[in-house]
């Protein structure tokens, strides 16, 4: 993403077949993937995008992802402490995060400390007991998500953006698959997702832009829950369902959607079309 970005002219909600609740919404949902988040410059273009937004009279709700690399990191953290690895395997994670607020003006330490210093009592546990329960897998791998949203919403408000952060996990709550909860039911849940008023209500009064972080929620047990790899799609188009936003906005570091990720396979091909179109 780039400072001289282009959009695409957007169709009225209406002239697509959307019913007036949706084609009329003020709420429109922003997806950033880690790529878009993990630079100074990014960030300026993001809030360039927002004040667009305001300025047409929308109600955005931004939803992103963690740093680039950090959900890898955090995973490779635990196979560390799980073979009682005693190196600072979480000094790049550290590192990452202090960069990126340094670039945006912020005092990370202070702002992050408390979270890092909860993730680096989290992995002591796993390496002094060599084994990491599902809980506690989930409570790690969610701490990227928080401490990136936290950047994030920290730059806005500098920029003299109206912003409130959110956390998803009072947001999004995960369903329950059976009468217990599956190891999968932590790692990969499923949300409802149908109109929610009261979440539309809730959204309304802190009138601001409302930043929240994708890929987690809460079981009916107050639980943290992940919603899969790339579950931050997948929790966008959740606030997008429930908000009846008049639509969700997939920002990434790619120009539209292709056969395979463009990234990692050359012969890839750039899908013009869908669904028969």
């Given at each position: 993403?780039?400072?001289?970005?282009?959009e695409a002219a957007f169709d009225n909600g209406d002239s697509l077949g959307a019913p007036p609740e949706i084609?009329?919404?003020r709420w429109v949902v922003m997806k950033f993937g880690?790529?878009?988040v993990s630079t100074a410059e990014n960030w300026s273009t993001i809030a360039r995008l927002l004040r667009s937004r305001l300025d047409a009279g929308l109600k955005p709700v931004v939803v992103h992802s963690a740093l680039k690399g950090v959900s890898n990191?955090?995973?490779?953290?635990?196979?560390?402490?799980?073979?009682?690895?005693?190196?600072?395997?979480?000094?790049?994670?550290?590192?990452?995060?202090y960069e990126l607020a340094m670039a945006l003006g912020l005092d990370g330490p202070a702002m992050l400390d408390e979270t890092l210093h909860e993730l680096d009592q989290l992995v002591a546990g796993v390496r002094l007991?060599?084994?990491v329960s599902v809980r506690v897998r989930v409570r790690i791998m969610a701490l990227g998500e928080l401490m990136a949203t936290r950047l994030g919403a920290a730059y806005l408000a500098s920029q003299s953006l109206p912003v409130s952060w959110?956390?998803?996990?009072?947001?999004?709550?995960g369903r329950s698959r059976s009468?217990?909860?599956?190891?999968?039911?932590?790692?990969s849940a499923t949300c409802d997702f149908d109109p929610d008023k009261a979440l539309q209500s809730l959204l309304s009064t802190e009138n601001k832009i409302v930043i929240t972080q994708g890929f987690i929620a809460r079981?009916?047990?107050?639980?943290?829950?992940?919603?899969?790899?790339g579950g931050s799609d997948t929790s966008a188009a959740y606030f997008a369902a429930k908000l009846q936003a008049r639509r969700l906005e997939i920002w990434t570091d790619v120009p539209g959607m292709f056969t395979a990720d463009p990234h990692v396979v050359p012969a890839k091909r750039f899908l013009r079309s869908c669904c028969g179109q």
């Open positions: 993403m780039s400072t001289t970005i282009t084609a009329e919404s880690g790529s878009s990191a955090l995973e490779k953290v635990l196979s560390a402490a799980l073979a009682g690895d005693t190196n600072d395997a979480l000094g790049v994670i550290r590192d990452q995060h007991v060599r084994e959110l956390d998803a996990r009072e947001l999004l709550r009468g217990r909860q599956t190891t999968s039911a932590y790692l079981n009916k047990n107050g639980e943290t829950v992940l919603l899969g790899r």
